[in-house]
């Protein structure tokens, strides 16, 4: 499976629709959310393009392609006007032999891991920082966020694709890999 992975769009329809050009040129078989559709959140700016109803609709025009995770940000009245499900607080992939636990991370990070075997993955956006590293066998990844980039990154999303991630900035130019089979159990 061919997976787009993206984090924090927080309202922006200007960002989300720079995305959803990625999403039609990339053409994966699904478009799996960290979280944080709808709300800028109190400790961030206005992102740029701020318009939530417009996120609505063009998420809810594409609902079959989404998986999601509830982010901090998210509510039970955002969905009610999304029709995709949005209130998970994690899910679990398998890819390569190895599980992936996909989560927003602020329940679930580096510091309150889930249980996870040597080998596995977190992965998580909430700190808007794209990374990809190693904590005690495991591996944390993070997309970034496409609304509201911190530490200097760009407006971001991740590919997967036989067991290889891939960071792209909004422009679709990939700028960090990391490949599961070079790092075997």
Not at 69 to 97: H, K, S, W
Request: net charge negative; aromatic share 10%; hydrophobic share 35%.
């Amino acid at each position: 499976m061919r997976l787009m992975i993206a984090s924090d769009i927080h309202g922006s329809s200007y960002y989300l629709k720079k995305l959803l050009e990625q999403y039609k040129n990339e053409q994966p078989d699904k478009l799996l959310l960290l979280g944080d559709l709808l709300y800028h959140g109190p400790r961030n700016d206005l992102p740029k393009g701020y318009d939530p109803q417009e996120i609505i609709g063009l998420l809810n025009n594409m609902k079959e392609d989404i998986l999601c995770v509830r982010g901090n940000c998210d509510t039970e009245v955002d969905q009610m006007v999304l029709e995709f499900p949005i209130l998970a607080d994690y899910c679990i992939l398998y890819e390569q032999g190895r599980m992936i636990f996909v989560t927003h991370g602020h329940h679930h990070n580096t510091s309150t891991p889930p249980m996870l075997k040597s080998g596995d993955i977190l992965l998580h956006g909430h700190t808007h920082v794209p990374v990809k590293e190693e904590f005690g066998g495991k591996y944390y990844l993070n997309p970034g966020s496409v609304a509201i980039p911190k530490e200097n990154s760009a407006h971001s999303y991740m590919m997967l694709e036989d067991g290889l991630f891939t960071w792209k900035d909004l422009d679709g130019d990939a700028y960090m890999n990391f490949q599961m089979d070079h790092h075997t159990r």
